[in-house]
């Protein structure tokens, strides 16, 4: 079992920078591949980032490159989601989860999640 808190949203203007956290609980957070995702109003949740347990390779959504970044920081039990140049439409509930194996971007294969946290981007 392993339980996941995301820490770190708010309200920001376009163009800012914001460090998502997430403290997982559990002592083998580094066998876990991590993963970021969001959900707008009225949208699907959908992929933004993901961490391999294994060797640590990182992926992102399209629309994320170059401006996110995910990291994990394993003795801390922590990944986090580093976002630049935030637009309005970043605007969405920020999830983190949890999954064995390599990462995906598909939600239905993560097996844990967090409560989220809110982020909006003001224009």
């Known amino acids: 079992q392993v339980q996941l808190v995301e820490s770190g949203g708010g309200l920001v203007q376009a163009g800012d920078s914001l460090r998502l956290s997430c403290a997982a609980s559990?002592?083998?957070?580094?066998?876990?591949?991590m993963g970021w995702f969001r959900q707008a109003p009225g949208k699907e949740r959908e992929f933004v980032a993901a961490?391999?347990?294994?060797?640590?390779?990182?992926y992102y959504a399209d629309s994320m490159k170059g401006r996110f970044t995910i990291s994990r920081d394993n003795a801390k039990n922590t990944v986090y989601l580093q976002m630049n140049s935030l637009k309005p439409e970043d605007t969405a509930v920020y999830y983190c989860?949890?999954?064995?194996?390599?990462?995906?971007?598909?939600?239905?294969?993560?097996?844990?999640w967090g409560q989220g946290t809110q982020v909006t981007v003001s224009s």
């Open positions: 989860a949890a999954k064995r194996g390599l990462a995906t971007v598909v939600v239905g294969y993560y097996d844990y």
């Open positions: 559990g002592r083998t957070f580094s066998s876990y591949t």
């Open positions: 961490i391999n347990w294994s060797n640590s390779n990182t």
